[in-house]
């Protein structure tokens, strides 16, 4: 039917590795009476120096050279909700998530494809292969598997060759909520803001939980006969 990621355990493993490292950081320049937050506002002030046409243009494009997504995410509320309002922020995030998306199909179905190919095989995935009945299952499943990166994702299912629509209307009803959730929790957590911040991550962790849900039922429909 299909064959996702062969090695998704090994690029989980690294993202625990990182988020390991920046908590170890973060604990010794506590530890050492820096002040942690003064850092991060400096570091939101020049993002938001940046401007916020800058902003969501790195945020449609960088993203499909291997760009962490969370790092927009997480800042893009916090940083230019005050300027722009919350609301419209959230419009203009989702949109360069959803162009991201689909400037990455172009890239990899078409521009890129023979460089993209040998590198994915390099990297030790395996190119899915799909029948026309599967493929919202393959979608789905390499949307909702975890340790398999974001631009990962949008290469494999643009090598794969999935229909375009329904690549991005799939895409877009798993990766957008979730990363919603992100821009909320983000700004509510660097504006101080306890309860929201707590309930975005609870609703995170919701939509998390369901992924997992989406795909046991996924992984126990490939298995049945």
């Known amino acids: 039917m299909v064959e996702t990621a062969a090695r998704p355990n090994r690029a989980l493993l690294l993202k625990l590795a990182i988020v390991a490292a920046?908590?170890?950081?973060g604990a010794v320049l506590l530890a050492r009476g820096y002040n942690v937050m003064a850092l991060v506002q400096?570091?939101?002030g020049l993002i938001r120096s940046a401007g916020p046409v800058t902003f969501f243009l790195a945020m449609l494009l960088l993203p499909a050279v291997g760009?962490?997504?969370?790092?927009f995410s997480l800042t893009a509320g916090s940083v230019f909700?005050?300027?722009?309002?919350l609301p419209l922020v959230m419009v203009l995030s989702l949109s360069a998530i959803a162009l991201n998306m689909a400037l990455s199909y172009v890239l990899a179905s078409r521009a890129f494809r023979p460089v993209l190919?040998?590198?994915v095989?390099?990297?030790g995935y395996r190119l899915p292969q799909v029948d026309s009945g599967?493929?919202?299952?393959?979608?789905?499943?390499?949307?909702?598997t975890p340790g398999v990166p974001f631009p990962a994702q949008n290469y494999l299912?643009?090598?794969?060759?999935?229909p375009f629509v329904r690549y991005l209307v799939v895409s877009c009803l798993i990766q957008l909520p979730i990363n919603g959730a992100v821009i909320f929790f983000g700004e509510a957590l660097l504006h101080g803001k306890g309860k929201i911040a707590l309930v975005s991550l609870l609703l995170l962790l919701a939509l998390m939980t369901g992924a997992h849900l989406v795909r046991k039922h996924y992984g126990a429909k490939r298995k049945s006969p």
């Open 121 to 123: 095989k390099r990297l």
């Open 157 to 162: 299912l643009g090598l794969a060759g999935v």
């Open 42 to 44: 400096q570091g939101l």
């Open 117 to 119: 190919e040998a590198l």
């Open 81 to 85: 909700g005050p300027q722009l309002g």
């Open 67 to 71: 760009a962490p997504l969370s790092f």
């Open 22 to 25: 920046v908590v170890l950081v």
């Open 134 to 144: 599967d493929v919202t299952d393959l979608i789905v499943l390499l949307r909702v």
